[in-house]
């Protein structure tokens, strides 16, 4: 934990500021314990390079703002994290960068879009909270040849199920928020990429602007990677039994889960991810006010829009974390009354499946 850093003489600090010497030169810029997380990641991810920041927005936003320039052009799948649907359709527009949102699933529409010179194309899957599943190659290869960069926010696949650089993607963003730290504690997020990328866009950006994240949170990261693998790969293990427990249940529209074989893109999903990740959406027939019976029901798994934690938390999309979209839009993605998200956490999986169990009994009676 340091703001700053001493130097031995004002030669010393002369040399760094010019870059002759290559050393920590203030916080802002770089911090020893962020520089660990960073190697860490990078290791972990197969990248060349790492940068951490203050959230996963502010990662998301970075990877896109320092280089985009207006005159640009940018699509991205329709199905996003809300804020990240906000940088792209109201944010990056006023900036004088044209945007296009295409479904993400279908590469009709991504062939159409990307019809001209593009500068990035930047998309998540699985999608939130469908768990809609985008083939990283193919639009990698639409993308690449309009010459666009492109920017995967593989938050729900984690790194250890799915690795978009070898897929074809150029830069991989996580919220650490989520599952890195896993356990309710600290905001941050990263951007992997390569070196050449910083150098160019990303070093300047981040030193003068400041999306900087703190060296305490890089610490608790910096645990929370110690156990990601052995955490992730449970949660996994629970999100499928929960499906499968799901699927079994009357009054359920539907299940989706990217590690059921009913699932629309099952075999996608299965080629490209190594396991199936910690989310689970159904849809209840009895539209909200079902919905939000079961949710207060609920009482093992607590209401929360946040994800990737140890905890199960569980969501009711259309009225918070979608609920800035209009109905039209909703309805563009799927995403209707009936539908619950939960993120699948730690605890015994016989005890969550008895707590939703009594949950969707209560929401019926
Ligand atoms: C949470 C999340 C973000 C934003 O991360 P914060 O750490 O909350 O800023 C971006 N994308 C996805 C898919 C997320 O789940």
Request: charged share 20%.
């Amino acid at each position: 934990m340091t703001s700053g850093y001493v130097y031995r003489t004002a030669e010393d600090a002369e040399a760094a500021f010019k870059g002759d010497v290559k050393r920590f030169i203030y916080s802002r810029y770089a911090n020893p314990t962020v520089a660990m997380l960073e190697e860490r990641l990078t290791l972990l991810e197969g990248a060349e390079a790492c940068r951490t920041t203050a959230s996963g927005m502010a990662a998301v936003f970075a990877s896109m703002a320092c280089f985009l320039k207006a005159g640009d052009y940018v699509v991205a799948s329709r199905a996003l994290f809300g804020s990240c649907l906000y940088i792209i359709t109201d944010i990056l527009p006023r900036l004088g960068v044209e945007t296009k949102v295409v479904d993400g699933c279908n590469l009709d529409e991504w062939e159409a879009a990307l019809d001209r010179p593009t500068a990035c194309v930047f998309l998540e899957t699985p999608t939130n909270p469908l768990l809609e599943i985008i083939d990283l190659p193919a639009v990698s290869k639409l993308a690449h040849a309009q010459g666009a960069t492109v920017i995967v926010d593989n938050v729900f696949s984690t790194p250890m199920l799915q690795r978009p650089m070898e897929l074809g993607a150029d830069i991989v963003v996580y919220s650490a928020t989520k599952h890195i730290d896993g356990q309710g504690r600290a905001m941050g997020g990263a951007i992997l990429c390569k070196q050449q990328f910083i150098d160019d866009h990303l070093n300047q950006f981040m030193r003068h602007t400041g999306p900087s994240i703190s060296p305490f949170n890089a610490w608790i990261f910096l645990k929370g990677l110690e156990t990601l693998d052995i955490r992730v790969r449970q949660a996994c293990e629970n999100a499928l039994q929960i499906a499968n427990f799901l699927s079994d249940q009357s009054g359920m529209n539907r299940v989706l889960y990217p590690g059921l074989p009913s699932h629309p893109q099952y075999a996608l999903a299965q080629k490209q991810m190594s396991g199936s990740g910690t989310m689970v959406t159904f849809e209840l027939a009895g539209g909200k006010t079902e919905a939000f019976k079961f949710l207060n029901a609920l009482e093992i798994v607590d209401i929360s829009n946040n994800l990737g934690d140890t905890k199960s938390l569980v969501t009711h999309p259309a009225t918070t974390t979608h609920q800035r979209l209009s109905d039209e839009e909703r309805a563009a993605l799927g995403l209707n009354d009936g539908v619950v998200r939960l993120s699948v956490g730690l605890e015994d999986p016989n005890d969550l499946c008895d707590d939703l169990a009594q949950a969707l009994a209560a929401a019926r009676s």
